[in-house]
């Protein structure tokens, strides 16, 4: 069991570039989560999937789009890269997203992506 | 929406004891969540409370008090692996979980 697996570990991008982060679980999970995490800020929820085929904004989900692939399988897209979203992201997964100890979530390693 | 309020950085030695607070303001209130993240790595799940009182796992110990939006980490014989930073994390009915921005152990020999 791998886990939340997350790609790539880092990346450097330039202003304005695009580009795909990936993540999968292979735990069963129905629901999927992506984090930014700012020194100072805590983890703060872009976006998330409830379950497969379902997809919802977070606290912070402007310059982000996201798709649910399918049951394991959830991505986090950047169309045109600012200096703003340097950050490290954060992949995580639960059970379900239903009240209880079963939405206790499972983190991928993290992305560092730099903008410059 | 969610609040949460905790110390930003906690200070100990090996072998104390270290409690860490948190405040919530959330509605529809589902539990209080505890995870904790060495420096580089991933968060980590360490407890969950939904009902009043104090949860224990191992050196780790939770309390909740619903009343007062109240809970409490607590590290018993702390060890240098210790030093982490620990968030508290709330759902609601309407949301997902929102963490706090989190505390900085430091534990010294």
């Known amino acids: 069991n791998a886990g939340v697996t997350q790609t790539p570990k880092f990346q450097v991008l330039k202003t304005g570039q695009s580009m795909t982060l990936q993540c999968a679980q292979d735990?069963?999970?129905?629901?999927m989560y992506w984090y930014r995490q700012d020194p100072g800020m805590g983890l703060r929820l872009i976006y998330y999937?409830?379950?497969?085929?379902?997809?919802d904004k977070g606290e912070v989900p402007n310059g982000y789009n996201v798709s649910r692939l399918n049951k394991r399988e959830f991505s986090l897209r950047l169309e045109s890269a600012a200096p703003s979203q340097t950050s490290v992201y954060f992949c995580?997964?639960?059970?379900?997203?239903?009240?209880?100890?079963?939405?206790?979530?499972?983190f991928g390693p993290g992305t560092r992506l730099t903008v410059l | 929406g969610q609040s949460l309020e905790q110390p930003s950085e906690v200070t100990a030695v090996e072998g104390a004891i270290v409690q860490i607070n948190c405040t919530y303001q959330?509605?529809?209130?589902?539990?209080l969540s505890w995870y904790q993240q060495h420096d580089g790595g991933a968060p980590t799940f360490l407890s969950y409370?939904?009902?009043?009182g104090l949860e224990e796992t191992g050196r780790f110990s939770s309390f909740l008090s619903r009343s007062d939006s109240y809970g409490y980490l607590l590290l018993q014989e702390l060890q240098m692996k210790d030093s982490a930073s620990y968030f508290c994390?709330?759902?609601?009915?309407?949301?997902?979980?929102?963490f706090g921005k989190g505390t900085m152990l430091l534990v010294s020999p």
């Open positions: 995580a997964s639960s059970a379900t997203l239903s009240g209880g100890p079963t939405d206790t979530q499972y």
């Open positions: 735990m069963n999970h129905n629901s």
């Open positions: 999937s409830a379950s497969e085929g379902t997809t």
């Open positions: 959330t509605s529809g209130f589902y539990g």
């Open positions: 409370n939904a009902l009043d």
């Open positions: 994390a709330v759902r609601d009915l309407y949301s997902t979980l929102t």
